[in-house]
């Protein structure tokens, strides 16, 4: 690939300024013919399920014993455009499949390497022993006519879970093997320009998976078809740098333009850069190109922010590099790609550094999955969930164990959340450094993005083929990004093997070896790449096995691990620990630690439960990692019948120099808060109002309630927010609370409660956090557990009035309007 730098352009005489004849448009850019759309979602498909075993129940595919014999041969019907798909299920990618599969029977015989049919996926009748679910066929039409003959066709897939075949109208046009490295295939040689049908067929394979947690099935991030003339940028061709300096910004693209037409082409590069209310802040300058066919030239250009703003978690201040590709006044491609400007850096003395200034990284771990949909999880919902972390103080996400969506980073650089991108492989294999090339080309224009993990607790780590299987790997990713240091997440040999290849090591819950560590190794940057894991069933106080509950006081976790009070006092005295991340900001399905035996169907690590309603655990790091805004919370509820005169234990979380507590109206005594930790009390039960009040500098700053509950009376709803975005995209909230009738919670409703949406809007899923709940996530009615329950709902195309509501028998209902705003 020839590297053209806009230098060598002038040395070769290949560069000049654009004519000064052409027309300029507002923005001070020439007016011309604009290209053809290049991006369009493909968001609606007709799906069903196939099978691994009965070649009728699979369409056809594999009936014939030379099933690959001949390239756009039948393969399978349901691959063929006239095949009739007007019985399938209409559905909206991103899509899980198996979300709303039964859960397998505990005791039904399945193969004794089957993970799929027991506790890490969730207990979801999917995998070798359930073949009737494993495999998922999907269909699309696209429109395509006589213009784009000649043109470049692609579809983009963000992540398909997990083996797939992509069909075009008959033809296997691509493979892909990732559960999560997007991938590309080029479909323009299949299609019918002549007005007859064009039909994406997808064959999706989720017998097997990937990883030890639940894993969802099917298409569950975008897709998108992508035209671009011959001469083209690639998708992810744009690599921006932004440099802070003492006179505003340098700004540095570094553009691929491709020339996959049967001549030699030349045009030129415009450039510029605008800010976020759209006008623009520099202009880069132009760069006159001659590009052979089949070739692919490589241009730098460099501009001048002045006066930037700097992307930063509180200020998530982001730009956006336009290109421009014209041959004569012809635009014949138009690009554009997002990018924040701002400096990392990891230190073994002061931690990380964000544009110059030490940051703690106060952060979770996360696996893509949520209550009611599964992985497949809306752009909207995707922004609501880093929305619940960011109100607890976290201001990092570690992508466990795979690369994230494409929404999830674009969430994240908008809220100001820092992104650790994990490979799913530890290896140098050509299969595994094609993902990893494909995922740190398109994500290395995030600003949130701020380091590469190469690998999670690997058999290797420690050994010399480790540190030769890690070495490859960042070597591939120093030529792709050389802006970004490395690192892994050791659960030991934090000193051998991969760990003397990284940048950064990663501390997997063994906080207290850190510091001995620290003392060995003072020029190595670490931090804590898995911390905490405290287990706690949401709104129970008291330890069950029997019913697989745990208490949610920070008491609760697994040998390898620690309470969240116990690793954050360790890393927040400590400058040269860059900041930890909680494993996990939610509970998800899956993994069932502590009871790996049905009926646990999720985790209970999460600080959020599955449906991002808080525990205790989450006010305390509420406390500690926002300080500046005072807090007290209150454990546990005070509705305890039939233990009068028998001692609670109470605690307090908060961040107030003092905490007084109260009971009736009672003082209990005040006591000082000790940094980073609680308080406690024993207080024997008496029915009435338990009140703590927190105190600065003899002012009371802060309180919190729990009051004793009559019976259940009413359900509250509320929403995220009232004015939604019609289209198909957005998502509300809806939050159903059940109250007594002086409107307090009770605290162990469980009633059955129904969800009903009027207007252009429909419900897509339901939950309520309880990790033992066997009910369905795809419905429109679910039991509160511990008082709550959550249903999710998708605005639809028209949007306009929307009312939605929630019943439970014997209970008062509640409503709430909505509005679906188009534009």
């Given at each position: 690939m020839p590297r053209i730098t806009r230098r060598d352009l002038i040395a070769t005489g290949s560069i000049a300024l654009a004519g000064s004849g052409l027309a300029m448009s507002a923005a001070g850019h020439a007016a011309t013919d604009r290209p053809v759309q290049r991006r369009e979602r493909l968001a609606r498909w007709r799906f069903h399920l196939g099978h691994a075993s009965d070649l009728d129940r699979d369409f056809g595919f594999g009936r014939n014993q030379r099933t690959f014999a001949k390239a756009g041969a039948a393969t399978a019907d349901a691959a063929l455009p006239a095949f009739d798909d007007s019985a399938w299920t209409a559905v909206r990618v991103p899509h899980d499949w198996a979300v709303a599969l039964p859960f397998a029977s505990p005791a039904a015989p399945a193969p004794k390497d089957s993970e799929d049919a027991v506790a890490a996926h969730g207990f979801k009748a999917i995998g070798r022993a359930h073949p009737a679910n494993s495999i998922g066929w999907y269909r699309c039409p696209i429109a395509v006519t006589a213009a784009d003959r000649g043109r470049r066709i692609v579809l983009a897939f963000d992540g398909v879970f997990r083996d797939c075949l992509v069909f075009v109208n008959g033809h296997i046009v691509g493979r892909n093997e990732s559960g999560y490295a997007p991938f590309e295939v080029a479909i323009g040689d299949f299609l019918d320009y002549d007005g007859g049908a064009n039909v994406i067929a997808v064959r999706v394979d989720a017998t097997l998976g990937e990883g030890w947690f639940y894993e969802g099935a099917g298409i569950y991030r975008h897709v998108d078809l992508i035209r671009t003339d011959p001469l083209?940028?690639?998708?992810?061709?744009?690599?921006?740098?932004?440099?802070?300096?003492?006179?505003?910004?340098?700004?540095?693209?570094?553009?691929?333009?491709?020339?996959?037409?049967?001549?030699?082409?030349?045009?030129?590069?415009?450039?510029?850069?605008?800010?976020?209310?759209?006008?623009?802040?520099?202009?880069?300058?132009?760069?006159?190109?001659?590009?052979?066919?089949?070739?692919?030239?490589?241009?730098?250009?460099?501009?001048?922010?002045?006066?930037?703003?700097?992307?930063?978690?509180?200020?998530?201040?982001?730009?956006?590099?336009?290109?421009?590709?014209?041959?004569?006044?012809?635009?014949?491609?138009?690009?554009?790609?997002?990018?924040?400007?701002?400096?990392?850096?990891?230190?073994?003395?002061?931690?990380?550094?964000?544009?110059?200034?030490?940051?703690?990284?106060?952060?979770?771990?996360?696996?893509?999955?949520?209550?009611?949909?599964?992985?497949?999880?809306?752009?909207?919902?995707?922004?609501?969930?880093?929305?619940?972390?960011?109100?607890?103080?976290?201001?990092?996400?570690?992508?466990?164990?795979?690369?994230?969506?494409?929404?999830?980073?674009?969430?994240?650089?908008?809220?100001?959340?820092?992104?650790?991108?994990?490979?799913?492989?530890?290896?140098?294999?050509?299969?595994?450094?094609?993902?990893?090339?494909?995922?740190?080309?398109?994500?290395?224009?995030?600003?949130?993005?701020?380091?590469?993990?190469?690998?999670?607790?690997?058999?290797?780590?420690?050994?010399?083929?480790?540190?030769?299987?890690?070495?490859?790997?960042?070597?591939?990713?120093?030529?792709?990004?050389?802006?970004?240091?490395?690192?892994?997440?050791?659960?030991?040999?934090?000193?051998?093997?991969?760990?003397?290849?990284?940048?950064?090591?990663?501390?997997?819950?063994?906080?207290?070896?850190?510091?001995?560590?620290?003392?060995?190794?003072?020029?190595?940057?670490?931090?804590?790449?898995?911390?905490?894991?405290?287990?706690s069933t949401r709104g129970a106080y008291a330890n069950d096995a029997a019913a697989h509950v745990v208490r949610a006081y920070d008491t609760e976790h697994p040998w390898w691990a620690s309470t969240a009070e116990a690793w954050w006092t360790i890393a927040a005295e400590r400058s040269y620990i860059a900041g930890g991340f909680i494993w996990t900001g939610f509970d998800y399905r899956g993994e069932p630690t502590p009871f790996a035996q049905f009926p646990s169907i999720s985790s209970y690590f999460g600080v959020l439960d599955t449906c991002g309603f808080p525990k205790d655990n989450y006010f305390y790091y509420r406390a500690w990692w926002r300080p500046e805004q005072p807090l007290v919370h209150l454990l546990p509820h005070w509705t305890w019948p039939g233990k009068d005169g028998q001692p609670v234990e109470v605690w307090v979380h908060g961040n107030c120099a003092e905490v007084e507590l109260l009971l009736n109206g009672r003082s209990l005594g005040r006591k000082a808060m000790p940094r980073n930790r609680h308080l406690a009390w024993s207080v024997p039960y008496a029915p009435g109002k338990l009140e703590a009040r927190g105190f600065d500098g003899g002012r009371r700053v802060a309180r919190d309630v729990r009051e004793t509950a009559g019976r259940a009376a009413a359900v509250v709803l509320t929403a995220d927010k009232r004015i939604a975005r019609a289209g198909g995209d957005d998502v509300v909230m809806l939050r159903a609370e059940v109250v007594d009738a002086r409107g307090r919670p009770v605290p162990d409703a469980a009633d059955l409660l129904r969800f009903k949406v009027a207007g252009d809007a429909a419900i897509i899923g339901v939950g309520n956090g309880d990790p033992t709940s066997l009910e369905a996530d795809v419905a429109s009615e679910r039991r509160a557990f511990h008082g709550l329950a959550q249903a999710i709902l998708r605005i639809g195309e028209r949007g306009g009035p929307m009312l939605a509501s929630v019943t439970a028998e014997g209970l008062r209902g509640d409503s709430v309007r909505l509005v679906g705003m188009k534009g």
């Open positions: 083209h940028i690639p998708e992810s061709g744009i690599v921006i740098v932004g440099e802070p300096g003492a006179e505003g910004a340098r700004v540095s693209a570094a553009t691929d333009i491709v020339n996959d037409g049967a001549g030699e082409a030349s045009g030129v590069l415009r450039q510029w850069i605008t800010g976020a209310d759209g006008a623009t802040v520099a202009t880069l300058p132009e760069v006159a190109f001659r590009i052979a066919a089949g070739e692919t030239a490589h241009v730098e250009a460099q501009a001048r922010v002045p006066a930037a703003k700097l992307w930063s978690v509180d200020s998530p201040n982001l730009y956006r590099l336009h290109a421009e590709l014209r041959v004569g006044t012809r635009i014949v491609d138009a690009h554009e790609a997002r990018f924040g400007i701002r400096t990392i850096r990891f230190d073994a003395a002061r931690g990380f550094l964000l544009n110059g200034q030490p940051a703690k990284l106060l952060g979770t771990c996360n696996h893509q999955d949520h209550a009611g949909v599964g992985t497949g999880i809306p752009d909207a919902l995707h922004a609501w969930r880093v929305a619940q972390l960011k109100a607890m103080g976290s201001n990092a996400w570690r992508s466990a164990h795979n690369p994230p969506a494409t929404a999830l980073l674009d969430a994240c650089d908008e809220a100001g959340m820092l992104m650790i991108v994990e490979a799913r492989l530890n290896s140098s294999d050509d299969e595994a450094a094609s993902q990893l090339d494909r995922i740190v080309r398109r994500d290395r224009n995030h600003p949130c993005v701020i380091a590469w993990s190469l690998g999670n607790e690997e058999p290797q780590q420690g050994s010399a083929k480790g540190a030769r299987i890690t070495a490859a790997m960042q070597a591939h990713v120093r030529r792709l990004d050389p802006t970004r240091p490395t690192t892994f997440a050791f659960d030991n040999s934090w000193d051998a093997g991969a760990a003397r290849v990284v940048d950064v090591v990663g501390f997997n819950y063994r906080t207290d070896k850190m510091e001995a560590f620290h003392a060995a190794s003072p020029t190595v940057p670490i931090y804590g790449s898995e911390t905490g894991s405290t287990v």
